[in-house]
């Protein structure tokens, strides 16, 4: 399969350019009988959609979804599932320098070489608008995964530039513009990105995403791990230049008292493992951090070239997220979905008539606390 | 595809398990005419192989590598290369309260869980010894990318534990037991790694991996991004944690002016892309970074249940590694190639026609400093 | 991958049901470059529509195709190609029994247990309105391997019902309703069909399809070799209940000299291969006959049973083809067309280094008459 | 993936060639918990090999099975099983004007044009021996389609060359080296066998598969329908030229009345779908017919080129089956196997909640004749 697919038994084939008429994927694959329709995908699509604060790019696009195919009568037939979004704001304008130029930090070089022709309006298909319908069709792995097994994804802000945000709680996440999950920190989140925004420049963040009621037992054991396809989809998300699982790259400094999760009838002790060992779901939480770039598209003067080869100076106006991660929660999380709805069917193909041989262990023992996916430089080991 | 298999157009396909007859895996896929024998492949099988220094397992495998299939009078001929690596020191041993118990950390209770049945012998499928055919199957994709493009692809340890390792040289690279870049730090990680066993623990460790010479072009944009397919091959690896490409985790806390690479037509001026933008290769050194947890099977004391599911207490006697990450180096290196491997064929097919229209730019501008894998949590942004 | 893509490298995935908003599909991996627009697709599009004559379904369909991803100022940009057709004739009725009873030979019966819920619309996803979106994706590929190697898919109705159709001459086939490359048949064709309607029956039909200028090298040795692609392709066609590939079922009764194809420096002295040796193209025209069963929507009454089990006496009154392998020719053609592209792709992928080591054979020695593909139960082998 | 894997779920990568070292296949996405050992899978490697009556190949190959992986304690693991089997005879010879020569009918032109290298000892990659890992894998299918659904595959000789058997009883294909379905034949295909190797010459064959006992529901709409799979399966097995499923090329002259299948509750009352409607399995026997060529290597004289390109006359003296249709019917029972268990996980992975929402159809009603798989130029309608 060329790239645009996403899963192996759930799969998203997504198409597109920010600019061209329409967005949108097809999903193969899905299960039969679930009750689905817009409604039931549009709120994570709003969730992500642009224009919703003052802190991300002002582009004015509804991102109505229009389901062409795959549910008849209410109900999923089984049959690929289309999603149309029609592209609405496609101001126009004169592209100029960028037609001619790469702009620093964007695909517009590596597109360019790579094809020989390129889609130079907003971005085409490298814009961060491709990932509405990977949040669409997250949409629809979630209400599955919820229904059928009780999973909830959940995602949140744990880092804006240099501030870091402590985890409060799930409640606060929803009720302010950067997905932070504490009140207490928006304030000064909104400063921060009111002088970013000021000085031209822009900033990264990290999102943290985390799987809870996973049952034991999804993934396999090697190469096509439920981490490592976790990490794929992470890693290719637009901007994301890190992924962790648990510990992530705190697990480095640790010992091997310190990194390995106990267990006990009543629970595990710890998760470090980030609910994966060996590949497979242990029934924890799972637990994701991802790293996201600074935008590169900012109005100060950068160096680079142009098709010729010679030297020029670009900076970028226009309407654009000084940070993309902020509207990076609703995306991962549907990554997150979309990989473990990809795992559920697979497990079940294999492994459908094995019944569990040992009681489950409880995702964690009372006592122990929530542990939402940690930061790789936290000083301290996770649980100690 | 099952699990088992890596890569869409040069596909390896990997069996075994720790303490069964052999390991070893099918090459489909692989460009015919290049002179392949074992003498190709057995050095990084050598780099990888335990009992080569009192750091690692002392469990004696030569892991010697037979060619069954797809070579022709000294000449890859195009059709799927079997390797088979027969186990042979599989010491006989009572397994006793492994068979019984799950070793916190690893993944038995998942396996278990998950198929109903488990091959705990050594750790069975989920041992690291799994990771062998994926170094020799990593050989013949080095051997081409350096042939036909001139590849090169090079890793190192990064840090061990708590011992951050500065890069010197490449030079100093195979001239100790832990692919250490940095002759001075050898004697102390020794001395670390001493006390760690003489205290029945173990410890982390952070590996560099760096491809040299990789065109502009590979990768795709959406989804099988080229960054994204690194992220699975790495984070499909036992242990990993987390993966970074270029600046990693710590571009969440750079600037867009610090993190979004420069051109000019005598180069690149930084490297914080890792050489991937847009999920395309840029011609720059493509830089990945891992994090590798702590061996499990350390001979403290640890809670976890049994089969049953009731408590018990477990420890891990025999040969471990204290350290997985100290072999990890030439995994990793292999894991890299394999992804380049598939990409450059990948691209090829769909893009065979298209001539550069850009003169390449080169990899990096005179007197930019070389730029290995970073570190996330490294204090200064990368290039600053 | 679930079942609705057909393709490895230049992927077609399909959507859409018979009377839902719209079918569709969208076509990932083709190679950037190529000059495309609705105007290279609408032709075979409205070569397959229905209502171009009396045989045919009187369905009122434009099937317009609007090209909503992929092509830049003209040209394919190497990113996914989204075809949008919308449907217009649903003309609003009743469906009564068909809703609730499962017609003998269609999918109503297998897709209800399957699914558990079933479209039954028009047929629903099980329509042969399906098979616009395969023309309309067929028609990329068509254009890209004429430009790019010079290959021409052509197909025409060897068979329809009992009367058999000598091959004439290609120019013959465009010239009348049934793709029959013989106009002295046409009369007759009519006539049949005519009273075939009267009377309330449905008939069967053979098309062959021919690939003349492929090369010498596609395909592959073993399970995916090019001919199994071309069974693979047909045979996932509706209606289709057998398939050729060159002297085909005429080959159980053949010799060994009289079925294989001697060589010459001057070219092939015959084709009962089909040009496909060992599951690679040899160069010579690649033959393909399919067999197509009689239409199962007919007015006549059949015996069935409705969703409680119990039986019914059913008959299908509307607008239905009498024998849908009228149609069939653009579709097979499209098909064929479709694997070649794509093992054309794959083929450069892996052997793109090779340069042909030996001259090529042409496609037939002078003399060889021409041999579009045979019929199974010719009294005579192939060249005799 | 390359071409060397059979299946999306239940995956066999097929390695080896004629006179190598040896040959094999790795089975990934086995269920796990089945009782397996090389008792298992030797029969039908004994049913297929060489030697076993004067009118197959007289290579001596004992083909002995050995299980690599993917068995613990006699049970599957649910990893990778891998397969080996040594090759024995690999008769040192001259292979002369084979290696500079292209026999027709044979893969040495197309090998040696596509790759630019070929083995060509023993036809190398092409040689029909690389079918036994194919019927290895088989045998494990078979064993968990038996055990799980109660599913049998089985097949027999229809015809041989000119000589079409009338299927008597299951019984009489073990009792005979052609696995013809009728004692009384026996002797007739003897002496033709005898006279045709005589004469230096070689005969084509037909084979018809049957699987019984297929539930409702396997399969799947588009593209990738259960048909599709089969053909796929079967025309990328060495010398196959067409195949069929039920009424095959016989429905080109039915009329619609003939062939769709009418159901009653008490079953269906025939079976021209061969078993499979919109792609989906119907729950009647499952029928499939191919034909295969007669066999290329034959010991009178043909035109062909050599590597130069010059004229050259070529024959094939040594050990070779008249022919290969013979052997052929353990071959297509295992490639039906392989597609129907690949199903069959496809199905449960995606529709594992639907519960079968109407009375499965009995798979015929009584009174209504067994039908094994039908042959196209049958003069009668198949149920007429």
Not at 24 to 48: F, H, T, Y
Not at 145 to 151: C, D, E, K, S
Not at 156 to 163: E, K, T, V
Not at 276 to 288: A, E, Y
Request: hydrophobic share 40%.
């Amino acid at each position: 399969m060329p790239g645009s697919s996403l899963g192996k038994l759930f799969t998203v084939t997504n198409f597109g350019e920010s600019h061209g008429p329409a967005i949108g994927c097809v999903i193969d694959g899905c299960p039969p009988g679930m009750a689905l329709s817009e409604v039931d995908i549009q709120p994570d699509l709003d969730r992500r959609k642009p224009g919703t604060s003052r802190h991300v790019t002002q582009r004015r696009e509804e991102d109505r979804v229009e389901i062409l195919s795959g549910v008849f009568e209410g109900k999923t037939t089984g049959t690929p599932i289309a999603l149309l979004i029609r592209n609405e704001d496609q101001r126009s304008k004169d592209y100029g320098t960028i037609a001619e130029a790469f702009r620093p930090g964007h695909a517009d070089y590596t597109y360019w070489q790579k094809f020989g022709v390129r889609d130079y309006r907003g971005g085409g298909r490298s814009s961060a608008r491709l990932t509405a319908p990977t949040v669409a069709a997250g949409a629809v792995a979630k209400k599955w995964l919820q229904a059928r097994f009780g999973v909830a994804v959940r995602g949140y802000l744990a880092q804006l530039g240099p501030n870091r945000i402590a985890f409060e709680s799930w409640d606060a996440v929803p009720a302010n513009p950067f997905f932070a999950p504490n009140a207490s920190v928006v304030a000064a989140l909104e400063a921060y990105m009111d002088q970013l925004r000021k000085s031209g420049e822009s900033c990264g963040a990290r999102i943290n995403v985390v799987a809870s009621g996973v049952p034991v037992g999804w993934g396999e054991p090697i190469y096509d791990r439920l981490d490592a396809a976790i990490a794929h989809a992470m890693m290719g998300l637009n901007a994301v230049k890190g992924v962790e699982i648990g510990a992530g790259f705190a697990s480095v400094e640790q010992l091997g008292t310190q990194h390995s999760d106990e267990i006990t009838p009543q629970g595990f002790l710890s998760n470090n493992a980030g609910g994966i060992l060996g590949g497979i779901s242990t029934g924890q939480d799972i637990t994701v951090s991802i790293a996201i770039k600074p935008t590169s598209s900012i109005r100060l003067d950068r160096r680079t070239i142009d098709q010729a080869g010679e030297p020029v100076v670009i900076n970028t106006h226009g309407r654009h997220d000084p940070c993309v991660g902020i509207r990076a929660t609703p995306i991962a999380e549907a990554l997150l979905a979309l990989v473990l709805i990809d795992h559920a069917l697979l497990h079940r193909a294999q492994c459908g008539d094995v019944a569990l041989p040992t009681r489950a262990v409880p995702a964690r023992a009372t006592g122990v606390p929530l542990t939402p996916a940690p930061q790789a430089d936290d000083p301290e080991p996770l649980e100690a």
